[in-house]
């Protein structure tokens, strides 16, 4: 028995995949959950589709994609009632992701009640990063009351493009540094250190970091103060320019980075502008992790934008021949698995993720069961 059903649930949405091993038997998206003309009226209408619609026979067990795991889960772990309890008091910290994770937990434990259930925390692989990498220097006994620290978010994608990456050099990933960049609409740096994660670029939540497609990524936070006081926003305004109204949207007008590419390329100021912002973030933390590291083997591109993107790897990386870093225009063009010059010091990698496959083999590990 292989076969794992990976669940990620968002609030009105239910993304699917089954996987036989690593073949994808059935996937799909249910949508507009309980909106007028929606897929389904609620979550458990979706699962109970879903249930008639795709042979689940021989399923051994489900995976869920969790959000947030806060301090107290390190690894994927098996689904009980205390463990959906411990999810429930995470909600502070992550309050539009994790009630949707609970609500396809709840449905997919009473319509497959026989099934064991894994949660799989984006969180979790980060949960290596020593105490200085995520303690903010603020006051103490504030932090400890309310888990204020670093937690880091896309850990599945970071540990399987880290993984594929040692494999890819063909060395043992216990022996692999690498600075992984997740470049999404979402998008974080990691630095990864013989497989474990030492560093990364979002903190308590998805907000910080790298520039995002709506995400302002790092800010002074001062900012919230003024934006408040001076300015007369109120919290959940400035949320929301934050969140949902800033990175490649607030500077260019448009959160596609396909998109942003094309005005540049006809010649607009604002879009090349914006791009050399998010170039120069990136930028940045890869300098970061190269000092976190200290010795690094390879710098690996994933997600939408990473894997799809020539001129934005070639706009992070160009100039750094001193360190050890260079991009073949040729092997970047066309999107090459590597596509550093043979011999540079460090190798540039091109590694599409695969957070439901990550998801699946994560469930079937948590129960004991290797694909
Ligand atoms: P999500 O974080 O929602 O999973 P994706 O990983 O799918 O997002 O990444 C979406 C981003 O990838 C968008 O900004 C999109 O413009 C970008 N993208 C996809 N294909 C290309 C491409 N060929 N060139 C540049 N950007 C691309």
Redesign the pocket.
């Known amino acids: 028995m292989t076969r794992v059903l990976v669940l990620n649930s968002g609030s009105s949405s239910l993304r699917y995949r089954l996987f036989d091993g690593s073949e994808v038997l059935a996937k799909g998206l249910i949508q507009r959950i309980g909106e007028d003309g929606g897929d389904a009226a609620d979550h458990r209408e979706a699962l109970q589709r879903l249930m008639d619609t795709v042979d689940l026979t021989g399923l051994a067990v489900v995976g869920h994609r969790v959000v947030h795991g806060g301090d107290r889960f390190t690894a994927s772990t098996v689904i009980n009632d205390e463990v959906v309890a411990t999810i429930e008091e995470l909600v502070p910290l992550a309050p539009l992701h994790n009630p949707a994770a609970l609500t396809g937990i709840d449905v997919a434990r009473k319509l497959l009640p026989d099934v064991p259930q894994v949660a799989v925390f984006d969180t979790a692989f980060h949960s290596t990063i020593p105490p200085e990498g995520v303690l903010w220097a603020i006051d103490r006994d504030l932090a400890s009351r309310w888990g204020l620290r670093r937690y880091g978010f896309h850990g599945t994608s970071h540990a399987y493009v880290s993984r594929e990456t040692a494999r890819l050099l063909g060395k043992p990933v216990t022996e692999t540094n690498v600075i992984t960049l997740?470049?999404?609409?979402?998008?974080s740096a990691t630095a990864v250190r013989g497989g474990r994660s030492v560093a990364t670029s979002m903190g308590m939540t998805p907000l910080s970091g790298l520039v995002m497609?709506t995400r302002s990524g790092d800010i002074d936070p001062s900012l919230v103060f003024h934006l408040h006081r001076v300015a007369g926003l109120s919290l959940d305004e400035i949320e929301d320019t934050l969140t949902r109204r800033s990175g490649?949207l607030g500077l260019a007008g448009d959160?596609?980075?396909?998109?942003?590419?094309e005005r540049r390329a006809a010649g607009d100021q604002q879009a090349a502008l914006t791009l050399d912002v998010y170039y120069r973030r990136l930028r940045e933390y890869v300098g970061a992790y190269l000092a976190v590291l200290g010795r690094v083997d390879a710098i690996t591109f994933t997600?939408?934008?990473?894997?799809?993107?020539p001129?934005?790897r070639a706009g992070t990386l160009t100039g750094l021949e001193a360190l050890g870093i260079a991009v073949d225009p040729d092997r970047n063009a066309r999107n090459e698995l590597i596509i550093s010059p043979d011999g540079t010091p460090i190798t540039v990698c091109v590694v599409p993720?695969e957070e439901e496959l990550e998801i699946a083999d994560e469930a079937r590990r948590a129960i004991g069961s290797e694909s």
């Open positions: 997740h470049l999404g609409n979402g998008a497609g490649l959160n596609d980075m396909r998109t942003v590419q997600a939408g934008i990473g894997e799809n993107s001129p934005v993720t």
